[in-house]
Nanobody
Framework: QVQLVESGGGLVQAGSSLRLSCATSGRTSSDVGLGWFRQAPGKARQLLAAINWSTGTPYYRNSVKGRFTISRDNAVNTAYLQMSSLEADDTAVYYC????????????????WGQGTQVTVSS
């Protein structure tokens, strides 16, 4: 069973940058993908970016390309989401999740989830 713990959320001003971390444990070679999702109140949870643990290949939702960067550090089993030029619409709870397929683009493709971290962007 994969355990995931997000950190790095907080309250920032519009135009700021923020880096989220997702520390994992219990991951095996079958757990090939790590995704970052967000969910705003009243909205569906959506995939922002994903990364293949083995190859480092990234996947991005079109709307965040150029603003968000996903990366991973296999040595410490941690993935990151660097977010820049944050806007009020980026306000949401951000989750990381683990997948056994590549690339899973919907929440149903992910087996394990972190508890989420709140990001609030003030305008």
């Amino acid at each position: 069973q994969v355990q995931l713990v997000e950190s790095g959320g907080g309250l920032v001003q519009a135009g700021s940058s923020l880096r989220l971390s997702c520390a994992t444990s219990g991951r095996t070679s079958s757990d090939v993908g790590l995704g970052w999702f967000r969910q705003a109140p009243g909205k569906a949870r959506q995939l922002l970016a994903a990364i293949n643990w083995s190859t480092g290949t990234p996947y991005y939702r079109n709307s965040v390309k150029g603003r968000f960067t996903i990366s991973r550090d296999n040595a410490v089993n941690t993935a990151y989401l660097q977010m820049s030029s944050l806007e009020a619409d980026d306000t949401a709870v951000y989750y990381c999740a683990s997948s056994r397929s590549w690339v899973a683009t919907t929440p149903g493709g992910y087996n394990y989830w972190g508890q989420g971290t709140q990001v609030t962007v003030s305008s």
